[in-house]
């Protein structure tokens, strides 16, 4: 019954990943950039979705507003920032980004204070018992439909819609797909937007999750959101979905049974680097 | 020409006042952490620090001089702790410092300040070479290992619990605290029935949290910050584990309670702060502090208060600039303070009771207080 | 004086350290995010030598060696991953290390080692040590960069395959650029330990190997000039700026980002074109 428990919270713990790594792959896998300021717009998202929420009082319009707005900004941030850095070294935009997201972290300690932000009234607490002594907490419940609702919708858009369709072609074959009348400018818009907006939607369940959204909550995302799309074989979205996974689970279980030894990161990173010794292109990638 | 070189002159002669003016403030110099992961303690640190100053120059300063505090933000990094220290005693010539920061700066700084003969009292930080940096080095808060040792008390006798489930923060803070519980634990039989350990970065605890629901103790010892502590007991509440948690002073936030809700009714904590002691001191602090600062008062605000509060009364005593007759009034302190009866023992470690709080209604209460110099003794010389 | 002393040491000890990074990553090309595990491992070998009352000048090399014994390791996985994920891989080193030293009683665990005693040097001398070390290696980096060796390293960073077809041994060239990189770098552990008496294991996170990542790319990527001149000013800019101390990190990060979007070749680049176009004036 343990077993079963941890494998659930980590695959709790994987969904959020996913959620936020998706975006990162996304990113790569059109620009080949490290897009480390994404994990400030997953914080942003939690401000959003706190600050709605308490003044609403709906968490579903926080919701809504926190993947518009925050989806939004990151399209601002590849016009602002990236756009112009397309063709120089990738560490160029990899730097930016690092002092992108630094700066964030800073702007929201000094609009937002410090101490972070609750739910006044938080909503989806408690839960139910599955079978005997099995816990179910509404908020992990909903981590996983919602992780599980984006996912499909994902997939259906990508394969069954003329833009998603588009968007594919351009990851593949940029050339090609400009060829072929496809406007790579809306397809980039288009990828940061929905990235965005899913690290939004993280950003809103953590939150819920911790009921607390700090400027520096976006920090472990920063680096292990990289850690799981290298992992995944960068730009592979089934790998990063499987990276998240197996991290989730890795971390919970290692958490208990060798929490003594090291801790959560280096577990992680432990995990990682032993898998690119032997598989150097990470587990789904090509090469 | 005689106009301009007049307007200069006046100029000239202003810039003196003002000059003169400033050279009878006397200056204590404050490293603490604006910006970086320990911001939030920092402000409430500063707000503390003010506060007492404020207090103090209001009442007629030092024997007549103002107080002037000289902040800078250390970020809570030992790098750039070391720089402050040396500005803080070179260019701005401070009498004496405090530091409202962590152990590591604190730690650094502390043997800057040692060696130019400076008094430094450090307000929350918990490691336990601080104060052995030197006889000019003070800590107005207790070392880790004695506030573990009082939970151990606590649990074992004040509540009459038995199995222990230990959740331990892997940092300098939670360590100490572990190190002091387990020696409590032996004194008072308590038996550890499983032991866990998580990063400051954690904010959720689900796997620790299933584990402790199988492992069945009496009570939970954890320790935290408030922002690691808020969520781990709203996820032990949610999955319905019902037992008593422990903490200790990182806890003591209001913050704590915003952040984990109703699920933090009944959490008990060791501390420096009680909120419904019947000393003035105490209750003038949280008062003027909430007034002041707009926030509820927390053991971080309280500390740095209670710091510079001993400071003052030192210089008051000492009744002069002389460094070392400072160190001396410093160290021959009693003070009533914000956070309790302060003295200091050879070391420089302060000498008080552990204060015990519970949450009530949504508010920070008065539980108990553990008053046994023999288990509470501090490190020593 | 001491207040100038310590900031001229910490520029000092940061020039050397940022030189280090710049010999992995200016000149061979191979992207670093983990420099700090070095000189966590190098700064952490001499502060346990030191606190064993063993010389400062005896711990130095000790602690190059070990650091460079571990940049050989690391050395040995940039063969094998390239690119990016040579990039998260060398992240994955630094979390690792900082990990594993959180753990060891031996290495003071969550605390750290502290009260480490000052060098019989005094202040001034290691002042001057730290001085000469960087200098040291600025002028056996240039050096490096102006012979056959630099040429090398030149086509290794700009295109391994062709290298390897154009007959150099690129293993060997790339393990050699890590060990001196990380031996360098464990040397500056070593000032560090000295300098602040204390290391601690969030001492040489991941944060410091962003931080010397930055210096490195300000000062023009491969430009030992630059590098130097960045790690220097970037090293004391915290306490320059602290009349805003509130919004230095803030200021830091928009000079970081506006020097990255607006000049990527960094302050060498800067210099570069204006020399140019005063060249291009004059004939």
Known sequence: ?287 | ?381 | MAYEITLLTTMSISVLFALSLNFITGFCGQISLGHAAFMGVGAYTAAIMMKASVSLLVAIPVAAVFAGALGLLVGFASLRVRHDFLAITTMGVVFLFVGVVRQQEFLGGEVGISGIQRSELGRTGFLLLCISLAALFAGFSLLVKRSWLGFVFDSIADNEDVSRVIGIDVAKYKLFAFVVGTAAAGVAGALYAQHFRYVGPDSFGFVESISVLAMVVVGGIGSVWGVMFAAAVLSVLPLLIQFVDDYKILVYSALLFSMMRFAPDGLAGIVNRSMNRIKGRSS
């Open chain 2, 1 to 381: 020409m005689t106009l301009r070189n007049g307007i200069l002159g006046t100029v000239i002669g202003m810039g003196l006042v003002v000059a003169s003016a400033h050279a009878d403030n006397i200056k204590i110099g404050f490293n603490v952490p604006l910006t970086g992961f320990a911001a939030a303690d920092g402000l409430s640190a500063r707000n503390g620090a003010e506060l007492a100053l404020e207090q103090i120059n209001s009442s007629g300063g030092i024997n007549g001089d103002m107080l002037e505090l000289v902040v800078y933000d250390d970020q809570a990094s030992p790098k750039e702790a070391v720089p402050i220290a040396q500005k803080l005693i070179e260019k701005d010539n401070v009498i004496a410092a405090v530091s409202g920061s962590y152990s590591g700066s604190t730690r650094a700084a502390a043997g800057i300040f040692q060696e130019s003969g400076v008094p430094y009292i450090s307000a929350y930080a918990i490691h336990p070479d601080i104060t052995r940096a030197g006889d000019y080095v003070f800590r107005t808060s207790f070392v880790g290992e004695v506030q573990g040792r009082a939970g151990a008390k606590l649990i074992g006798e004040t509540l009459g619990l038995k199995k222990v489930a230990v959740v331990t923060l892997k940092n300098d803070f939670g360590q100490s605290l572990a190190a002091g519980f387990k020696e409590g634990a032996e004194i008072f039989g308590l038996e550890i029935v499983a032991e866990y350990e998580y990063s400051i970065k954690d904010r959720q605890f689900g796997p620790i949290v299933s584990k402790i629901r199988a492992d069945k103790p009496d009570v939970i010892y954890a320790s935290g910050y408030f922002f690691t502590a808020g969520p781990l007991v709203s996820q032990l509440r949610a999955a319905g584990i019902d037992v008593p948690v422990i903490g200790q002073e990182g806890y003591d936030s209001q913050k704590f309670i915003d952040i984990a809700g109703a699920a933090s009714e009944g959490t008990i904590i060791t501390t420096s702060l009680d909120r419904d002691s019947s000393a003035a001191e105490t209750q003038d602090f949280i008062a003027s502090f909430e007034e002041s600062s707009g926030q509820k008062a927390d053991m971080v605000a309280a500390s740095a208060h209670t710091a510079i509060k001993v400071l003052a009364a030192a210089l008051q005593s000492a009744g002069t600039s002389d460094r070392k007759a400072i160190r001396d009034a410093i160290a021959t302190t009693k003070l009533t303070a914000s956070t309790g009866d302060i003295s200091f023992n050879d070391l420089g470690e302060v000498q008080k009771s552990v204060q015990v709080q519970v949450v009530k209604d949504g508010q920070w209460r008065h539980h108990s207080v553990i008053d046994d110099p023999k288990l509470l003794a501090p490190p020593s010389e």
């Open chain 1, 1 to 287: 019954m343990l077993y079963l428990e941890l494998l659930f919270q980590g695959i709790v713990q994987g969904s959020i990943y996913a959620l936020i790594a998706l975006g990162l792959t996304l990113v790569y896998g059109l620009l080949r950039i490290l897009h480390v300021a994404h994990a400030a717009l997953f914080t942003l998202g939690g401000y959003v979705g706190v600050i709605v929420t308490n003044a609403t009082g709906s968490f579903t319009l926080a919701m809504v507003v926190a993947m518009i707005t925050v989806g939004l900004i990151g399209v601002l941030t590849y016009k602002l920032a990236y756009e112009p850095l397309l063709d120089k070294p990738p560490f160029i935009a990899l730097i930016a980004s690092i002092a992108l997201f630094i700066a964030a972290e800073e702007v929201f300690r000094i609009v937002f204070g410090p101490y972070g932000l609750s739910y006044a009234q938080p909503p989806l607490q408690g839960g139910f018992e599955i079978i005997n002594g099995f816990f179910l907490k509404y908020a992990e419940a909903l981590v996983i439909c919602i992780s599980v609702v984006m996912l499909l919708l994902l997939g259906w858009f990508s394969a069954y819609t003329r833009l998603g369709v588009s968007w594919r072609a351009t990851v593949t074959d940029p050339d090609m797909a400009r060829a072929f009348g496809v406007n790579i400018q809306n397809v980039r818009y288009l990828n940061f937007f929905v990235g965005s907006a899913l690290a939004a939607v993280a950003g809103v369940l953590v939150a819920l999750l911790n009921n607390l959204v700090e400027p520096t909550m976006g920090s472990v995302a920063s680096y292990k959101a990289l850690a799981i799309i290298v992992l995944g074989g960068l730009g592979s979205i089934r790998g990063t979905l499987i990276a998240s996974m197996a991290l989730g689970v890795i971390e919970s279980f290692g958490t208990i049974y060798i929490g003594h030894l090291l801790d959560r990161d280096a577990l992680a990173f432990g995990f990682l680097i032993i898998v690119l010794m032997v598989r150097p292109q990470g587990l789904l990638g090509s090469k």
